[in-house]
């Protein structure tokens, strides 16, 4: 099941109300050597020179503010390329030092422009748990640079036919690419985007501890549905932004669609509420990564209750979930579980089994 980690649009996107603010859009359309974030990291710089996200560690947001007061001023869009393999960075006088090269768009972003619309209707996408795809035009004659959603137009015409093309591409091999587009008045040269869902994090309990969990998992921009079985539990309020269903362990795959999840943790603190989380994560392929919260003692006194479907559980079962860092916080054991999805997430085979024993 296809994930991606850089969640920029998400929280670009929870930052605005009803439509983006006046401000200025900036994608990375390209990379080379070694660069803070790759093609597809995106910022909101607004008038007033801040910013949500970041393209770099700092080194480029006061050059990129001062070329976004340029786009914000006449309207246009532009691209600027940064070149930072030599040690000084005699050309922009940056002095980053990171070895790499970047390309980066800068649009308006205001509600009215396209580049808010074609976010926003990404964002519904991925939200639904949909992959989808955008496409980034950073220099051509025949087309206005901007970032552009399928359905997009410009002017009253629709996207080239063979933007469309490489679009559905992009889709039907979910993966981006950068490709040069042979046009009427000369090469279009475009960043095609696809967009995989963010990750979707179960959680199988509402205590206490669940809320810094559901805190970091938010702030990394994943979806996250929380469930338990005690009406005091499970309330939206205590899990901002998270979906929080109350019903029995017993319903879980009727409350939740085990299938839509990359990871999930079983944690209510209550042993047989667990065995049936446990049963019904079981009965399925799907998370791949089922963290159980708690010593190993009771982990074994689990697999008893849970009977011959631990087997269904080995290989994807971590416990005591988290990495060794130390924890004894509810906030540092959250960091120390969402490090471990997050660290199995962005293993491309995800088969290292860290800190996981047979069940």
């Not at 597809?40 to 393209?55: C, E, Q, T, V």
């Not at 998992?217 to 929080?244: E, I, K, M, N, P």
């Amino acid at each position: 099941m296809e994930v991606r980690l850089d969640t920029s649009l998400e929280l670009l996107l929870k930052a605005r109300q009803d439509a983006f603010a006046p401000g200025v859009l900036a994608t990375i359309v390209a990379t080379s050597g070694s660069t803070y974030r790759k093609s597809g990291a995106r910022m909101l710089i607004r008038p007033d020179g801040s910013y949500i996200g970041l393209l770099s560690g700092g080194c480029l947001e006061a050059d990129l503010s001062g070329h976004a007061n340029k786009v914000l001023a006449d309207g246009m869009p532009r691209s600027v390329e940064y070149d930072m393999h030599t040690a000084n960075d005699l050309v922009f006088g940056i002095g980053a030092g990171c070895e790499g090269a970047m390309r980066v768009l800068l649009e308006p972003a205001g509600g009215e422009h396209a580049a808010g619309r074609a976010l926003m209707t990404a964002g519904l996408a991925t939200d639904a748990g949909r992959g989808t795809v955008l496409a980034v035009v950073y220099e051509s004659a025949d087309m206005s640079l901007g970032t552009y959603a399928p359905s997009d137009s410009q002017s009253e015409t629709s996207l080239p036919p063979a933007l469309q093309v490489a679009m559905q591409e992009a889709m039907s091999n979910a993966k981006s690419h950068n490709t040069e587009l042979a046009l009427p008045r000369g090469v279009t040269r475009v960043f095609v985007h696809y967009l995989a869902p963010p990750p979707h994090l179960l959680i199988c309990g509402a205590g206490p501890d669940a809320e810094p969990v559901v805190g970091i998992a938010r702030t990394l921009g994943w979806r996250v549905t929380v469930v338990d079985h005690r009406a005091a539990y499970a309330q939206a309020l205590r899990f901002s932004g998270a979906r929080v269903l109350l019903g029995s362990a017993s319903q879980l795959a009727r409350l939740v669609n085990l299938d839509e999840c990359h990871a999930a943790i079983v944690m209510s603190h209550h042993l047989a509420s667990d065995t049936e989380y446990l049963k019904a994560l079981a009965a399925t392929d799907s998370p791949g990564y089922i963290g159980l919260l708690g010593p190993e003692s009771r982990r074994r006194r689990l697999a008893t209750e849970v009977g011959p479907l631990t087997e269904r559980l080995r290989g994807r079962l971590r416990g005591p979930v988290g990495l060794s860092i130390g924890a004894v916080t509810p906030e540092g054991i959250a960091l120390a579980i969402t490090a471990q999805i997050h660290a199995w997430l962005a293993d491309p085979h995800r088969s290292a089994l860290v800190n996981s024993p047979a069940f």
